[in-house]
């Protein structure tokens, strides 16, 4: 894991080289272990490494032969198997940089690659450049053209600092963040930077960009397989390094799984394991989650470092932003955080993506229960009787209820955490383009998919995870100098979970079925048996404090225009009063003004 930047200068212009290693020192926290670059004229490659793989200087970067440079983040995990299958040199078995160097000399198929990358490749020939992320977007990479350059990095800092750009306000992907908590089609809240799109490669010809997508997740059925037989060799893969490996347990269906199979399955036992819990936390769910994994670690005998949280050790929204860089409504992140800055292992397993693939959030409940049940909601006036009960609901039956009158927008009011915002005048009128960020929400779904669990499923894959969730384990990992590596966000997990018929997802109404029988082998039931509390701290513990009241209610906030502090104050007056729909979005609406002020206020 490490960092990376890359640089093409346009017409004619000269790399100034004291600024490009300025800007790469703005990311030497992605990889201490290392600094360096290669230059000519126009074109400059930058790296900062971690060292995961080969401990030698011979896998410093950027590598470079006869035919190419290559800087790269992430790490492959067949590129031995790659190497046998084309008759590669022995150089090539000794890590996956001097792999893919050689591999891609001479071919460029990278949908054949199993892992999370980014990677920039200089062909000495062509003089192109090729950047490329991976299948799912695991590993980021954000890129910015202007008139004079052309700049790719792991992370946005060093672009603000090469480029020199004044910080302008993205408002469409304001609206965005204020309704889903992130932005959509690979844009930034920093107008003009972009994501390069997961599963996407982009050349630069001389000054030209060129966008290919090398790979699109599956929308039918493919080969039928059982996660039983798939998922022991994805984790086996996934340990692969020549330093100490680590794993989060949190006590959920996930984490319980990939500890179960590392201790009996791979015979694993010296994984760490950590688990973060709010000290303070009213969440009985959350409690028995955690004691749920002190008791399975004993069983599988794995060391648990317990990490305790509160509001003074938990990182704050104010160092959250300027790790993230974007205003993420992800307050698990704050969780992740913290587990790396105390983690001693270089590398830690995470069971993200468990969900997604599987069917586990309510959201997926929901969409599940209308499939079922479409023709005979038609039969029942929902709209009018929601009016009527609307004041008496709960907000999960709010949510519910809301998301099934408007069936042509379901996903949408299930993915979206801001409506209720909307609704009760939290925000300054015509701050949210509503319209705009529906349009843009449905752009890329599967329309062609009857099922809303399915265009559901659909969705994250092709756009949530790679734009919110993997933004900020990423960001919050590397910020600490930690490579987090997640098993569950595989292709062809994904396209089992996305092509597996929603029978077999759930029994009843609980999904994950083929996870909770997987895990039922290994004889853990009480983790069957919680009911999912989701890796959050207690929203209490963010919100009460100081810095967060300021973020939510403080004159600046007023100032700019977007908050009606007013009805802030008065919701925060009756705060045990609040939902946690409530407070998920005070979370994303304080977290949006900490980005404000910390980048576009500079």
């Not at 997961?198 to 997740?217: P, T």
């Amino acid at each position: 894991m490490c960092g990376i930047i890359a640089v093409v200068e346009k017409k004619g212009r000269i790399l100034d080289k004291e600024l490009f290693i300025a800007s790469l020192n703005e990311i030497k926290h992605r990889g201490p272990d290392n600094q360096s670059f290669f230059h000519t004229d126009n074109i400059c490659l930058g790296h900062t490494r971690l060292s995961i793989l080969d401990l030698t200087e011979e896998s410093n970067q950027p590598v470079s032969s006869d035919h190419g440079v290559l800087v790269f983040n992430g790490e492959i995990y067949n590129y031995r198997e790659l190497a046998l299958q084309y008759g590669l040199s022995e150089l090539a078995y000794r890590s996956d940089t001097l792999f893919l160097l050689e591999y891609l000399s001479s071919r460029k198929n990278y949908n054949e690659l199993r892992g999370m990358f980014a990677f920039a490749y200089y062909d000495k020939k062509t003089q192109d450049l090729s950047v490329v992320r991976d299948q799912l977007g695991i590993k980021p990479i954000y890129y910015l053209e202007t008139s004079e350059s052309i700049i790719f990095s792991s992370e946005i800092k060093p672009i603000l600092r090469y480029s020199g750009v004044k910080v302008e306000l993205n408002n469409v992907a304001l609206s965005d963040h204020i309704l889903l908590g992130y932005s959509q089609r690979n844009e930034t809240l920093f107008k003009h930077i972009n994501r390069v799109p997961e599963g996407s490669h982009l050349l630069v010809r001389g000054e030209d960009i060129v966008f290919n997508r090398y790979y699109q997740i599956a929308e039918s059925p493919g080969v039928a397989i059982h996660i039983e037989e798939l998922f022991p060799g994805i984790l086996r893969d996934h340990l692969i390094s020549d330093v100490s490996v680590g794993m989060m347990l949190s006590g959920g269906v996930d984490s319980s799984l990939m500890a179960s199979i590392l201790s009996r399955d791979l015979g694993r036992k010296d994984i760490i394991c950590y688990n973060a819990g709010d000290i303070h936390s009213s969440d009985s769910s959350l409690a028995r989650e955690r004691h749920t994994a002190l008791g399975l670690s004993e069983r599988l005998e794995l060391d648990l470092v317990e990490i305790p949280i509160d509001s003074k050790s938990l990182i704050g929204l104010n160092e959250y932003i300027i790790h993230a860089e974007e205003p993420i409504a992800n307050s698990g992140a704050l969780l992740l955080g913290k587990i790396c800055q105390v983690a001693e292992t270089k590398v830690i397993l995470s069971g993200h993506g468990g969900d997604e693939a599987y069917a586990g959030y309510r959201r997926h409940r929901i969409a599940r229960f209308y499939d079922q049940y479409r023709f005979l909601l038609k039969l029942i006036p929902l709209k009018v009787l929601f009016k009527l009960t609307k004041k008496w609901l709960s907000s999960d039956l709010r949510r519910v209820f809301s998301s099934l009158v408007s069936p042509s927008q379901i996903e949408f009011s299930l993915s979206a955490i801001g409506l209720k915002s909307l609704e009760d005048a939290w925000l300054i009128d015509g701050v949210v383009d509503f319209n705009r960020t529906i349009e843009r929400f449905y752009s890329d779904i599967n329309k062609g998919e009857e099922s809303k669990l399915k265009r559901l499923q659909y969705k994250e894959y092709s756009g949530y995870l790679a734009s919110q969730n993997l933004i900020v384990a990423d960001k919050l990992s590397m910020a600490y100098s930690k490579e987090l590596r997640v098993p569950f966000i595989y292709p062809e997990i994904a396209n089992h979970g996305l092509t597996e018929k929603a029978r077999y997802l759930f029994k009843g109404f609980r999904g994950k079925q083929p996870l909770r029988k997987y895990l039922k082998g290994f004889a853990a039931a009480e983790v069957l048996q919680n009911k999912k509390s989701g890796f959050t701290p207690d929203m209490n513990t963010i919100l009460a404090t100081k810095s967060a009241v300021d973020l939510l209610t403080g004159e600046k906030t007023a100032s700019r225009g977007i908050v009606n502090v007013e009805t802030i104050k008065k919701l925060l007056k009756d705060y045990d009063q609040l939902s946690s729909e409530d407070k998920n979005q005070l979370f994303n609406l304080a977290v949006i003004e900490a980005w404000m002020r910390e980048y576009l206020d500079a």
